[in-house]
């Protein structure tokens, strides 16, 4: 085309469009669903526009949001058009090409490990997900701040953008041409299409048509007439209306006889009802799961999920997914971050934002779903909305309800423990089922680390979450345990938690720190994650139970008979100018004290941290900067 301008894509979007156009045994119906809801969002986002500014949508079909979906069988084409946002020039260098999202390294390295490649949407890069069914694409798309473009692409490492002067003017919105490659032709099917696009545009709130070809009755009538008709069913309405009166009236005088002929029509294949406006007990299990599967653009089922309403000041609707795996980059960068598209506000129904900051706390952006309020105000912009206050109230609230399902889970642990007992009186109806019984576990390898992140970030439901910590320790063998199970184990006359920190169980476990400790039988906590005792700064005790770091100083165990203090005692007086001597020689700008000990029992001596010192691990840990 004249006047086309050559891009080269970016190295990494590259790489990924040449992994999937070259790959052959990889399910590629996810392809239909990546555009699908990228027709959705651009949609959201011009509904959201146009709170403010009525006149962004237009008039006639432009203010339609709806997506219309065709084939050409003969061409092996399939058309996907919404009345979108639409993509300026700009827009479409950037998103479609120049611009790497964190999400494409990460992709890439899963896809090279034999990864699912129906993750992509996870990852941001779902648009390329095109080039599984074809190996040329156009993307023709309008904004109103600019004119229509076409940018083309047939994944040779380059694209082209050119201004469209050869395809119907869209108003606004996207419309991608696929050329199906030919081993992707099974999409050029009616039914095939159709089975898709119902799947994955159930929960899309825009309604969405798929042209299919139907035998219609159509009237017989004499050419003439013919012609009539079809003008006044087409475009120019007005025509039609002062044309003829008589002849309308003629015709339901009549009744004409009827044919069948073959017609291309537009089918509504979604009916877009809310699944949260719906009653609980209205909704199957079957439901929420393909609902979960469209929101988190996940393929595995939830862990845990809740639906349910909020009454008083504040209401709304939602429904909240605990999926079963953490999302890829869930700790990475973790601090850096300043929030992650996590739940969807919807205000009365029309979507604002998935990346709400205020909506859930950084640790909990793991979960999925939606929350649908008639509280907020509908005509305000993102950036006031993030401080009204009643956000904030619907923020305590999905916390709390939140924290109440992974305590569910918890629970449900615990008493399956007990049903599993000898002697236990559960009735097998009242049993807690094998799945349930599995899943705070499961809840706690994915998520242990947001909860351990939460009790450093979230002080009012520090106590809730710490509930929720497990760990293993010197007497807990394979088992994980919580603190209270620790505090119901205490030995007599124990008053704190011992912990120590370090790289592994074993190297724990034979530290001259933790030696007498062990000896006397106290039980120890083994902290294995760097994340530990950073915890531990934040949490000095739980149910009034201090916490001890085995590695430091005055580290106390209050079991000692009166001879074993009149020893130590003895000793410390007899070692007294030993001890002064050492610690000069040491020089006092190294070591703050020397002592004699009473922690040890082979081991000769050791260093330990002060009290309020950093103690070795963490030395270790900060040095690393592992977190
Ligand atoms: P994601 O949807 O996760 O951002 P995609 O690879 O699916 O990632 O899409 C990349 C970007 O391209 C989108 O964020 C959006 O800005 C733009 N885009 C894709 N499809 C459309 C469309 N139909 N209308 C407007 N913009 C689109
Ligand atoms: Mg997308």
Not at 159 to 173: K, P, Q, S, W, Y
Not at 369 to 383: A, F, K, W
């Amino acid at each position: 085309r004249s006047g086309s301008e050559e891009y080269t894509f970016q190295a990494e979007v590259n790489r990924l469009m040449d992994i999937l156009v070259n790959s052959l045994y990889s399910n590629k119906d996810v392809f239909l669903r990546e555009l699908i809801s990228n027709a959705c969002d651009a949609m959201d986002k011009i509904r959201f526009l146009s709170l403010t500014d009525k006149n962004v949508l237009g008039e006639g079909d432009n203010a339609k949001l709806e997506i219309k979906i065709s084939l050409d069988k003969e061409k092996n084409m399939l058309y996907i058009q919404d009345r979108g946002i639409g993509m300026t020039k700009v827009d479409l260098i950037k998103n479609l090409g120049t611009i790497a999202k964190s999400g494409t390294s990460a992709f890439l390295e899963q896809a090279q490990k034999g990864g699912d490649v129906n993750l992509i949407g996870q990852f941001g890069v779902g648009f390329y997900s095109v080039y599984l069914v074809s190996d040329w694409v156009e993307v023709i798309s309008k904004h109103n701040d600019d004119k229509q473009y076409i940018w083309s692409s047939s994944a040779d490492g380059s694209f082209t953008i050119v201004e469209d002067t050869e395809n119907e003017a869209l108003g606004r919105g996207t419309l991608i041409k696929i050329h199906l490659k030919p081993e992707a032709l099974e999409y050029i099917e009616e039914s095939k299409l159709k089975e898709l696009v119902t799947r994955y545009s159930e929960f899309m709130n825009f309604p969405i048509y798929i042209q299919t070809l139907k035998e219609v009755d159509v009237p017989i009538e004499d050419d003439e007439e013919d012609k009539e008709e079809e003008k006044a069913d087409g475009e120019e309405e007005e025509d039609g209306v002062d044309d003829d009166e008589d002849d309308s009236s003629d015709s339901e005088d009549e009744k004409p006889a009827t044919r069948k002929e073959k017609q291309l029509v537009w089918d509504l294949v979604n009916d877009n009802k809310a699944i949260w406006l719906r009653k609980p007990s209205e909704v199957t299990k079957e439901e929420y799961d393909k609902f979960y599967k469209a929101v988190s653009k996940n393929f595995d089922e939830a862990l845990t999920f809740s639906h349910f309403k909020a009454e008083g000041d504040i209401e709304f609707k939602a429904v909240l997914f605990i999926p079963s795996t953490a999302p890829f980059d869930f700790y990475d960068k973790y601090y850096d971050r300043k929030s992650t598209p996590s739940i969807k506000l919807y205000v009365r129904r029309v979507f604002i934002s998935d990346d709400v900051a205020e909506l859930l706390p950084k640790y909990l952006a793991f979960v999925r779903g939606i929350v649908d309020s008639d509280t907020l105000p509908l005509q305000v912009s993102r950036e006031q909305l993030q401080q009204h206050d009643s956000l904030k109230t619907i923020k305590k609230k999905l916390v709390r309800k939140l924290l109440d399902i992974i305590k569910k889970m918890a629970d449900d642990e615990l008493r399956c423990k007990e049903q599993d007992e000898p002697d236990s009186e559960v009735e097998e109806g009242d049993k807690v089922s094998d799945e349930d019984c599995k899943k705070f576990a499961s809840f706690w390898k994915q998520f242990g680390r947001a909860i351990k992140l939460g009790i450093i970030e979230d002080t009012t439901n520090r106590n809730r979450l710490a509930k929720l910590l497990r760990f293993k320790t010197s007497k807990s063998g394979d088992e994980l345990i919580s603190l209270d199970d620790y505090i119901s184990n205490m030995k007599e006359g124990q008053k704190e938690i011992y912990f120590l920190g370090g790289q592994s169980e074993k190297d724990i476990a034979s530290s001259p720190y933790v030696e007498r400790l062990l000896k006397k039988d106290y039980e120890v906590i083994y902290f294995t994650d760097v994340l530990d005792e950073y915890v531990m700064q934040h949490m000095t005790e739980y149910d009034d139970k201090k916490f001890s770091d085995a590695s430091k100083d005055e580290l106390k165990m209050r079991d000692q008979d009166e001879k074993e203090s009149k020893r130590d005692k003895a000793l410390k007086e007899e070692f007294k100018d030993f001890t002064k001597w050492w610690k000069k020689t040491v020089g006092e700008d190294k070591v703050a004290n020397v002592k004699v000990s009473s922690r040890l029992l082979t081991t000769p001596c050791i260093v330990v941290a002060g009290k309020y010192g950093q103690s070795a691990n963490m030395e270790r840990i900060t040095k690393a900067q592992a977190f």
